[in-house]
């Protein structure tokens, strides 16, 4: 008997845990999370939070195939994260649920 017709070919994910900070542009991106998945298009898949001063972003996932496109990819979420606090102001975007204010 030959090979079942019915097997499925498995796609590798490889999960890597390392709660890495960055320091960019005066804010710190944490990145929780990495997922490499085996696939044609976006290789990578991170979770970050983000940290402005006494602002806490909440976590959101940015796809990216290599570092140089991760760190490009961040500085555009600083950059949308300083923009919407200029724009709204912490209070409103806390009120929204966008962002947390820290206490210290």
């Known amino acids: 008997m030959g090979a079942s017709s019915t097997s499925r ?3 590798e994910i490889d999960l890597v845990v390392l709660p890495v900070e960055v ?3 005066n804010c710190v991106a944490t990145i929780l999370e990495t997922t490499k998945y085996n696939l044609p298009w976006e290789q990578y898949q991170a979770a970050v939070q983000l940290q402005c001063n006494d602002v806490m972003s909440q976590i959101f996932h940015i796809h990216y195939a290599n570092s140089r496109e991760l760190l490009l990819k961040l500085k555009s979420e600083i950059s949308k994260l300083k923009y919407m606090i200029w724009l709204y102001g ?3 975007l806390e009120r929204r649920g966008v ?3 820290i206490k210290k």
């Open 23 to 25: 320091e960019i542009d």
């Open 90 to 92: 912490k209070a409103e």
């Open 9 to 11: 070919q498995r796609r």
């Open 99 to 101: 962002i947390k204010i």
